[in-house]
């Protein structure tokens, strides 16, 4: 399974991206898919999960600001952010959750929320 995360980019405090996440194979459906970021010298967070079934759970951080969702139809994995901050300058990876992840790791994408 390849993972191919794309949108970032620089925002000013306040703004919004929409990242996106391509997932290769024939049995994406099946997936929990989960957004991840890490900032610099920092671990790799988990920031939002959406199940197989559409339920999504979300860090206390980025709560009611953040959205994930998914596109069964075209293998693909999203996640709306509002009312960015400075704290959420991150690169951004999107994997599957277990059982039958993760998978490896792509590139990610770069979210800089800045002024």
């Known amino acids: 399974v390849q993972l191919v995360e794309s949108g970032g980019g620089l925002v000013q405090p306040g703004g919004s991206l929409r990242l996106s996440c391509a997932v290769s194979?024939?049995?994406?459906?099946?997936?929990?898919m989960r957004w991840y970021r890490q900032a610099p010298g920092k671990q790799r967070d988990l920031v939002a999960t959406?199940?197989?079934?559409?339920?999504?759970n979300y860090a206390d951080s980025v709560k009611g600001r953040f959205t994930i969702s998914r596109d069964n139809a075209k293998n693909m994995v999203y996640l709306q952010m509002n009312s960015l901050k400075p704290e959420d300058t991150a690169v951004y990876y999107c994997?599957?959750?277990?059982?039958?992840?993760?998978?490896?790791w792509g590139q990610g994408t770069q979210v800089t929320v800045s002024s």
């Open positions: 994997n599957a959750a277990p059982p039958f992840g993760p998978f490896d």
């Open positions: 959406i199940t197989s079934g559409g339920g999504r």
């Open positions: 194979g024939n049995i994406f459906s099946i997936y929990a």
